[in-house]
C-alpha cells in the first residue's frame, strides 16, 4: 500500500479532533457503557429514537458512519485508519445486532452501510496483521457485557 499523502494524514487527525468533542465524547462513553442489544426490539428500548439515549446512539454511529464513508471513498488511507481507529470496529459490533431490522424497519437499505463495509475491511486487515486480534476483541466485548448487566 501506498505511504499516507499529507491530506490523507491531515483528515484523520481533523476526524480526531472531531471525536474529542464534548458533546459526542459524552455519547461514545455512554454507548460504550451501555449500548447493549441482541435485536431492534433491545435497541428501541435502550435507545429509542428521540430520547437522550437515542440521541447518543446516532451521534456515536453517525460519526462513525461519516468517517467510514470517507474511507471507503478513498479519502483516508486505509492502514492509517485502521491503525488508528479500533473504536469503529467496536462500534459496528455493538449495532450489527440491530441494523437487519432498523434496515427493515426504516426502509433504510443503507443505514450504516459505510460502517458495515469498513469493519469488514478491518477485520481482514487484522487478521493478516494480528491474527487473533478480533477474536479476542468481541470476546472482551461480552465480558464488558456481562460486567455492564452484573452492575446494572
Same mark, same amino acid.
Given at each position: ?9 491531515? =483528515?484523520?487527525? #481533523?476526524? /480526531?479532533?472531531?471525536?474529542? %468533542? ?6 461514545? *462513553?455512554?454507548?460504550?457503557? !451501555? +449500548?447493549?442489544? #441482541?435485536?431492534?426490539? *433491545? ?9 437522550? !439515549?437515542?440521541? !447518543? ?5 453517525? +460519526? ?10 478513498? =479519502? =483516508?488511507?486505509?492502514?492509517?485508519? /485502521?491503525? !488508528?481507529?479500533?473504536?469503529? /470496529?467496536?462500534?459496528? %459490533? ?21 460502517? #458495515?463495509?469498513?469493519? %469488514? ?5 487484522? %487478521? ?25
Amino acid at each position: 500500500m501506498a505511504k499516507p499523502t499529507h491530506e490523507e494524514a491531515r =483528515l484523520q487527525l #481533523e476526524l /480526531f479532533e472531531l471525536r474529542r %468533542e464534548a458533546r459526542l465524547r459524552q455519547a461514545r *462513553d455512554w454507548f460504550m457503557k !451501555n +449500548y447493549f442489544v #441482541e435485536s431492534i426490539e *433491545d435497541a428501541m428500548k435502550i435507545a429509542q429514537p428521540g430520547t437522550e !439515549n437515542g440521541t !447518543n446512539v446516532m451521534m456515536v454511529v453517525s +460519526y462513525w458512519e461519516q468517517a467510514c464513508s470517507m474511507l471507503n471513498h478513498g =479519502l =483516508l488511507h486505509e492502514e492509517l485508519f /485502521f491503525e !488508528n481507529n479500533g473504536e469503529s /470496529f467496536m462500534t459496528w %459490533e455493538r449495532v450489527k445486532p440491530m441494523v437487519a431490522g432498523f434496515r427493515q424497519m426504516f426502509v433504510a437499505p443503507h443505514f450504516l452501510k459505510h460502517l #458495515e463495509k469498513a469493519a %469488514e475491511r478491518y477485520e481482514a486487515w487484522m %487478521e493478516k496483521t494480528a491474527p487473533g486480534h478480533v477474536a479476542r476483541m468481541r470476546e472482551f466485548m461480552q465480558q464488558m457485557r456481562g460486567q455492564m448487566a452484573k452492575a446494572a
